[in-house]
């Protein structure tokens, strides 16, 4: 029972360069989450999903797009990375709102020089 | 926008110590979860108490919940080594689908 996958787990960029972060969780989770955790800064949204082919912006959307295709993956996208999007990258899932807790992906390390 | 806030920010504390953490948030909330994280890891969910309910216990967790105050405590009993990490609150209100997440507490337990 894998959970939570993500990959890769770390990555460098140049400014201005693209990548895209892949989730997978195989819980048949409804849910799923980008955020982004930034020393002393708790975590913050990106993008969620609240089910296979929706999208929705969350606090810090800026600069990242998202696609969710099928419900197992959500995609998170760098299109042109800047410096200020150094940041360590947690993929989240849940089964519902309100009943069930997130399980949380290990991370994507991603330094943009 | 965090509306969770731990305290303290860090806490050190010998082994075999009770751990106590605290949470306040702002608005009303749907339930309140605690997570942990160890260092270089993923968050990890411990519990979640919903608005209706004052107390709840896991093993050596034991959460309470206060609404007229609009806090939260994190007791961890007889702790261990490998309590050692940092613990989040986070808040669901019904408001929108984001949980709301504290800057959290570094727990730190001494052999």
């Known amino acids: 029972n894998a959970g939570v996958t993500q990959t890769p787990k770390f990555r460098v960029l140049k400014t201005g360069q693209s990548m895209t972060l892949l989730c997978a969780q195989d819980?048949?989770?409804?849910?799923m989450y980008w955020y982004r955790q930034d020393p002393g800064m708790g975590l913050r949204l990106i993008h969620y999903?609240?089910?296979?082919?929706?999208?929705a912006k969350g606090e810090v959307p800026d600069g990242y797009n998202v696609s969710r295709l099928k419900k197992q993956n959500f995609l998170l996208g760098l299109e042109s990375a800047a410096p200020s999007q150094t940041s360590v990258y947690f993929c989240?899932?849940?089964?519902?709102?309100?009943?069930?807790?997130?399980?949380f992906g290990s991370g994507t390390r991603l330094t943009v020089v | 926008s965090q509306q969770g806030e731990e305290d303290p920010q860090a806490l050190s504390i010998q082994e075999g110590e009770n751990a106590t953490m605290n949470c306040s948030y702002k608005?009303?909330?749907?339930?309140l979860q605690w997570y942990r994280q160890n260092s270089g890891r993923g968050l990890v969910h411990l519990i979640l108490?919903?608005?209706n309910e004052r107390e709840k216990h896991s093993g050596r967790l034991r959460v309470t919940l206060d609404t007229s105050k609009k806090s939260s405590s994190l007791l961890i009993t007889a702790s261990r080594a490998a309590d050692t990490a940092s613990y989040f609150c986070?808040?669901?209100?019904?408001?929108?689908?984001?949980?709301?997440w504290g800057a959290g507490t570094k727990l730190i337990i001494k052999p």
């Open positions: 986070a808040t669901d209100a019904w408001s929108n689908y984001q949980l709301i």
């Open positions: 999903s609240v089910g296979e082919g929706t999208t």
């Open positions: 608005t009303s909330i749907n339930n």
């Open positions: 108490i919903r608005s």
């Open positions: 819980m048949n989770h409804e849910y």
């Open positions: 989240a899932s849940s089964l519902n709102r309100g009943a069930s807790g997130y399980t």
